[in-house]
Nanobody
Framework: VQLVETGGGLVQAGGSLRLSCAASGTTERANAMGWYRQAQGKQRELVAGMSDEEHTNYGDSVKGRFTISRDNHKNTVHLQMNSLKPEDTAVYYC?????????????WGQGTQVTVSP
């Protein structure tokens, strides 16, 4: 399974970006899918996740600004990021869980850089 993120880039504070992640190499429908980010010098943190039943959870710092969505038929997940702040600057990683429990495993994308200028 390969996950590929697109949509990163440079944006001014207050602006918006939309990240997308597409899974390939499998015909299985993903279990949970989501986004993490890692800023320079910091630990990787959860941004947003969505279960296969479309239950969502968000990191506290992005609640009310970011929205996660999925297209289960295409095994894609999106992250709409609004009201961006400089502290949102990070590499954003897509993650997807595939396989039946208890043997499900997570697959990660290579990451896409998001830079928010003041």
């Amino acid at each position: 399974v390969q996950l590929v993120e697109t949509g990163g880039g440079l944006v001014q504070a207050g602006g918006s970006l939309r990240l997308s992640c597409a899974a390939s190499g499998t015909t299985e429908r993903a279990n949970a899918m989501g986004w993490y980010r890692q800023a320079q010098g910091k630990q990787r943190e959860l941004v947003a996740g969505m279960s296969d039943e479309e239950h969502t959870n968000y990191g506290d710092s992005v609640k009310g600004r970011f929205t996660i969505s999925r297209d289960n038929h295409k095994n894609t997940v999106h992250l709409q990021m609004n009201s961006l702040k400089p502290e949102d600057t990070a590499v954003y990683y897509c993650v997807g869980s595939f396989g039946a429990e208890p043997h499900a495993r997570d697959y990660w994308g290579q990451g896409t850089q998001v830079t928010v200028s003041p």
